[in-house]
């Protein structure tokens, strides 16, 4: 574990030590605050519903910000021929695997807590329901999860840091299209996609401040599967 | 020979490229051994997987009787590689950087800080341990490279064309370096620049379009070649003497020293060193000295390498 924690840790340094971290941070504060002020500053909304709106305007920002996060995770190492270091030391290839994982979900929800100025400012100016804070910001983390995994995936694919970004983002916008797949499709299939999908599915309820035990099997699943995914393209690439 | 690092019949391909076919050698402790080949010839293949980067499509490799099937993660923590880029993280300090590399490879979070000072000092890169490794020199870059390949002391070190991208000075100093690296570990190192691996290595591995034609010192390997070189010193002249030389020896460079004394260095192709001295001694002339002479290992590489070797695997004492 301690291996573990060490790439992460160097990932996270990495990520605050150019100015690309700095920019992803700078961005998603950006886009937070611009949609708070265009959807509920000055507006009569209740304050759960200002909580709502602002948990969903998050977790679109945070999915973007896991994709461009990890988008540099393996690609960028492979083109700056560092990966050769994690690969060649004792590190095993989840280690690896795990260690950028959780150097780069600790990023993306580094830029998460960024935006928590926004509840407070609920908090102050309105009633804010803790419950629905605390439930809000679980599905963001669960949904931040699932996306920077798929990211991760996407870059030990990728031959290069915008095919991983390109590949990233399909994949992740696939993950909320998934109900209107669920919409066109006969059953069984349309029961599938819709378990799949992860905004309407898996998140909205959240955002509400209702957790949903069906989600919190649902992210680490998917995580972990790919994860798993990753790990194998790492092991394919000491054969090709 | 206690072998510490072991190949059988080891080959890679990459799709319908055969980037190794069927290399078999065996190295000991200490040895600081060259590999040498042309562009392409398989020599970063064969480190990439000494260093456990990629496996072998087919055969075995193991160091210090480990193989990758057994435990690839004990395999990989006995050895040290340089790639030949630099697998350097740019925003990182020398010292951070050194430090996260040691950790990588198990090294002790207290034992740390020395360590790194002790190879730092190696290196000579010891007062640049607070620079970002981005603001560094190529030169120093590969110290650095080289102090991360050697920090966790490993039993084998494996540097990919150390030289390459070097000015003048840094490549006397690199040299240096390699040269000072063996004895403790076995090193191998790359390199397409004959005079790199003639000034630092032990022996040497010729590889040519994947096969290994021959493995063995510069001496061994100028007999694989067909090109034993050796300086006779003789009481005659020199025409004197060249005219008595057996067939199959030839004279490249004679002189008369006076007094009825003359050297000559005489390329053997397929007289043996006994025949030369029966020779000479049968004409009535007297021996002063006779000795093998390093052959120039340009000639000997080509020589092997345009032969196609005629002795793929031969010299030393090979495989398993």
């Known amino acids: 574990m301690s291996t573990v924690l060490l790439i992460a840790r160097r990932e996270l340094r990495a990520a605050f030590a150019g100015l690309y971290g700095w920019a992803i941070l700078a961005l998603v504060l950006m886009l937070d605050g611009l949609f708070f002020n265009a959807w509920t500053l000055g507006s009569q909304r209740p304050s759960s519903e200002v909580l709502s709106l602002f948990f969903y305007t998050n977790f679109g920002v945070t999915m973007a910000a896991a994709v461009f ?11 700056q021929r560092t990966l050769v270091l994690l690969l060649t030391s004792p590190a095993g290839d989840w280690q690896v695997v795990l260690g950028k994982y959780l150097g780069a979900l600790g990023f993306v929800l580094c830029t998460v807590a ?33 996306c920077t995994a798929i990211g991760i995936f996407c870059s030990a694919t990728a031959p290069n840091q915008l095919a991983a970004g390109v590949a990233g983002g399909f994949l992740v916008t696939l993950q909320v299209l998934f109900w209107l797949l669920s919409g066109i499709s006969e059953p069984p299939l349309d029961g599938v996609f819709a378990a799949m999908d992860l905004y309407r599915e898996h998140f909205e309820p959240f955002q509400d401040g209702a957790v ?28 090709r | ?43 970063s293949t064969l480190l990439r997987i000494l260093a456990g980067e990629l496996l072998p499509s087919g055969g075995s490799v193991s160091i210090g009787g480990v193989e990758p099937g057994d435990d690839t993660r004990a395999m990989r923590s006995r050895v040290g590689y340089l790639p030949e880029e630099p697998p350097l993280y740019r925003e990182m300090r020398v010292r951070d950087y050194l430090g996260f590399v040691g950790a990588l490879n198990g090294v002790a ?25 981005g603001e560094l020199s190529m030169g120093y870059r590969k110290r650095v490279g080289i102090a991360q390949a050697i920090l966790h002391e490993p039993d084998v070190v494996l540097l990919d064309e150390p030289v390459s991208s070097l000015d003048p000075a840094e490549i006397v100093g690199m040299r240096e370096l390699v040269r000072s690296l063996g004895g403790r570990r076995t090193v191998f190192t790359s390199s397409h620049h004959l005079r790199e691996v003639h000034e630092t290595c032990d022996s040497i591995l010729v590889l040519h379009e994947g096969e290994l034609l021959a493995h063995g010192t510069q001496e061994e390997l100028g007999v694989l ?14 025409a004197e003497a060249a005219g008595r030389l057996p067939a199959g020896a030839q004279a490249v460079h004679s002189a008369d020293l006076g007094g009825g004394v003359s050297t000559l260095t005489l390329d053997l192709r397929g007289a043996e060193r006994e025949e030369v001295a029966a020779a000479l001694v049968g004409a009535g002339f007297g021996i002063r000295r006779l000795e093998p002479v390093r052959s120039d290992l340009e000639r000997v590489f080509l020589d092997l390498v345009r032969g196609d070797g005629g002795a793929a695997g031969a010299g030393r004492e090979n495989g398993p």
């Open chain 1, 69 to 79: 996060v990890t988008m540099r995770s393996f690609a960028a190492e492979r083109e």
């Open chain 1, 114 to 146: 960024a935006a928590v100025y926004i509840p407070v400012m609920v908090w102050l100016k309105g009633n804010l329901e803790w419950g629905q804070a605390a439930a809000g910001y679980l599905g963001i983390a669960l949904a931040a999860a699932v």
């Open chain 2, 109 to 133: 979070r207290r034992e740390l800080p020395d360590r790194v000072a002790v190879v730092a000092e190696r290196v000579h890169i010891d007062g640049h341990l607070d620079r970002v490794v």
């Open chain 1, 212 to 239: 949903h035990l069906k989600t919190l099997v649902y992210a680490p699943t998917v995580s972990f599967l790919f994860l798993l995914l990753s790990v194998r393209v790492l092991q394919a690439r000491r054969w």
């Open chain 2, 1 to 43: 020979m206690t072998a510490i690092v072991r190949t059988d019949r080891l080959s890679k391909s990459y799709g319908a490229v055969t980037a190794l076919a069927g290399v078999s050698f065996a190295c000991g402790a200490g040895e600081v051994v060259g590999v040498l080949g042309l562009n392409g010839a398989g020599k």
């Open chain 2, 225 to 238: 070649a067909g090109r034993e070189r050796i300086e006779v010193e003789v009481r005659a002249t020199a």
